[in-house]
T-cell receptor, first 113, second 115 residues
């Protein structure tokens, strides 16, 4: 089954404790992206990747890091999480830029205390 | 900067009614526009994608139109069912430079179909 998976699905952590949210897709897609969704603000793009070792900032990259060492994986790293990073996070991928649909993961609900 | 607006923010209709959801965007230099559905606590599911050169796309009871020059798109749902209850999001892919992969989302319309 074609899918995007994220882990963990739920995470409660404390300020400053480094964490990684993993994202993996099994569709051999080149393009992957991370979003956060907040009430009243909607979905906002954090980072995206056009291919292995190619990443770029989205609209709200501050406080986040990403890496793309393998085509299928695109982890999101929070080096020193803060309460304002409490949010619902989505990973997405697409096979053809601008002509193919986006496939979204199920989401990771992060709470930073 | 591209801005995407969806009106109304919430909509409640009786089962069987036809309805229209609206999406507007400020920059017409787009590659495509997509409509998504989001169920509570779930990820987004793609419904329809309209390329900038197209005027509409249809899938089952759904029909999406695009008027790029006026910066508007509509999602028409025919014969609504309670299972259509969800939040509907539109997103545009902006021509912001060669090889850019950036999507801008509206805040969504929460649809409730009453049995």
């Amino acid at each position: 089954e074609a899918q995007v998976t994220q882990n963990p699905r739920y995470l409660i952590t404390v300020t400053g404790k480094k964490l990684t949210v993993t994202c993996s897709q099994n569709m051999n897609h080149e393009y992957m992206s991370w979003y956060r969704q907040d009430p009243g603000l909607g979905l906002r793009q954090i980072y995206y990747s056009m291919n292995v070792e190619v990443t770029d900032k989205g609209d709200v990259p501050e406080g986040y890091k990403v890496s793309r060492k393998e085509k299928r994986n695109f982890p999101l790293i929070l080096e020193s999480p803060s309460p304002n990073q409490t949010s619902l996070y989505f990973c997405a991928s697409t096979g053809a830029l601008h002509t193919d649909t986006q496939y979204f993961g199920p989401g990771t609900r992060l709470t930073v205390l | 900067k591209q801005e995407v607006t969806q009106i109304p923010a919430a909509l409640s209709v009786p089962e069987g009614e036809n309805l229209v959801l609206n999406c507007s965007f400020t920059d017409s230099a787009i590659y495509n526009l997509q409509w998504f559905r989001q169920d509570p606590g779930k990820g987004l599911t793609s419904l329809l994608l309209i390329q900038s050169s197209q005027r509409e796309q249809t899938s089952g009871r759904l029909n999406a139109s695009l008027d790029k020059s006026s910066g508007r798109s509509t999602l028409y749902i025919a014969a609504s069912q309670p299972g259509d209850s969800a939040t509907y999001l539109c997103a545009v892919s902006l021509r912001s430079g060669a090889g850019s992969y950036q999507l801008t989302f509206g805040k969504g319309t929460k649809l409730s179909v009453i049995p």
